[in-house]
């Protein structure tokens, strides 16, 4: 709940004496980033910095390819991961923890008056949110996700002053059936419409119509803070909302993704359709920040190379020690011998022991780096035997016709 607990700070680190002045999107990151790390500091987590990463690769070294021929190397604003933070258990994850957290964020004020503008800003990052966030698997036996979603947005004045919270229908003005949850306090969902059926042309066109086949749904907790009453003109007051999106699905042809609130992961018909069908179409054309788009660093590429040759040095260790990576149980067992019985009683501690010269950090990203390979070979075995069984259908087909 750590970025819960970070949106109350909000108010003090932007109105409080001796804080600066925030005038951008940036400084809103920043200024919640402080608050992230004054929120990792209460629990005690050792160097909290570093879980804090701001502009964030969605997907790595790689982009979304372009008609034109120029990628696009997308990323969030901001990503937390809290895997440090050992308190993680079943009956906390109903309350929406989870290890690895991606937010979008957006800073409405007096030089952002665009209603129209501002709506359409703030439905692509939903998009961005449901669509291109990488949804890592807590536990490969389940599918569970380990991934939360978060959407910032802080308004000098009030929501209603910059965006259009209502359209036009045959029978007058009703609310926006996907922006109303974003501003309201408590849990509220969004039943599933499709982008382009729903949605004017006008904030279509600044998304990108090459979205509108996409169906959304999606249920949000929000939590809203406002001022209890209005100061003079002269004293700046914001309005500071935290969406943490508990469920969502997408839809887009034959394919469907969908994450629930007890973090069941579904990807329909095969997660490699999924991935070609709505991640790739979205990162190839949802609306964003040109900074946003720029490739990634040298010194980012320099330190995922490094961050890989680490990765394999483990695996040699692991080797060495006799142990095996179980993806059924995501952590290392014994290979063979009388310990081999005792696997059940097989701790990560115990695994270290038998490596000294692994560190406890490299270890927890070590795991998480198997069961992302221990994932993508299930996925592929599964379009493999779809593409079979398609095949066998086909052949079916045939001798009925003969």
């Not at 291109?132 to 380990?146: I, K, M, T, Y």
């Not at 060495?320 to 097989?346: I, K, M, Q, S």
Request: hydrophobic share 35%; proline share 4%.
């Amino acid at each position: 709940m750590i970025g819960e607990q970070a949106l109350l700070y909000l108010p003090e680190v932007m109105t409080g004496n001796g804080y600066q002045e925030q005038f951008y999107e940036g400084g809103i990151v920043n200024a919640y980033s402080l608050a992230l790390l004054q929120a990792l500091n209460g629990r005690n987590i050792p160097n909290p910095l570093s879980c804090i990463q701001a502009e964030k690769p969605f997907r790595g070294r790689k982009g979304w390819s372009r008609p034109e021929g120029n990628d696009r190397y997308l990323r969030s604003d901001l990503f937390l991961n809290l895997d440090r933070n050992s308190v993680e258990s079943t009956g906390l994850s109903s309350y929406g923890w989870r290890h690895h957290n991606w937010f979008e964020a957006k800073f409405f004020r007096a030089s952002t008056p665009n209603q129209q503008q501002n709506t359409a800003d703030l439905l692509a990052d939903m998009l961005r949110l449901i669509a291109l966030v990488p949804d890592e698997h807590a536990d490969n036996r389940f599918g569970l996700s380990s991934t939360g979603r978060f959407l910032l947005h802080v308004y000098e004045g009030k929501p209603e002053d910059y965006l259009s919270v209502s359209k036009q229908t045959g029978s007058g003005l009703e609310p926006r059936n996907w922006l109303a949850p974003l501003l309201s306090n408590g849990r509220h969902a969004c039943d599933r419409f499709r982008l382009g059926q729903y949605e004017s042309d006008g904030i279509m066109n600044i998304v990108n119509s090459n979205l509108g086949d996409l169906r959304i749904g999606f249920s949000t907790t929000t939590l809203r803070i406002e001022p209890a009453y209005k100061l003079g003109t002269q004293t700046k007051q914001y309005t500071f909302i935290l969406n943490r999106i508990d469920d969502f699905s997408i839809e887009r042809k034959t394919a469907c993704f969908s994450v629930s609130a007890d973090r069941r992961v579904i990807e329909r018909p095969s997660a490699s359709q999924v991935k070609s069908e709505i991640q790739e179409h979205v990162g190839r054309w949802v609306k964003t920040k040109r900074s946003e788009e720029s490739k990634p660093t040298p010194f980012e590429i320099r330190k995922a190379d490094q961050i890989e040759e680490k990765l394999w040095e483990i695996d040699v260790a692991v080797e060495d020690a006799g142990l095996y990576y179980n993806p059924n149980t995501n952590r290392l067992e014994v290979t063979g011998g009388p310990e081999a019985d005792n696997n059940l009683d097989f701790s990560i501690e115990d695994a270290l022991s038998m490596m000294p010269t692994v560190d406890s950090d490299d270890f927890a990203n070590y795991l998480t780096w198997k069961r992302e390979q221990a994932d993508q070979a299930f996925f592929e075995m599964e379009a493999e035997q779809i593409m079979e069984e398609h095949e066998q259908e086909q052949l079916s087909c045939e001798d009925e016709d003969e």
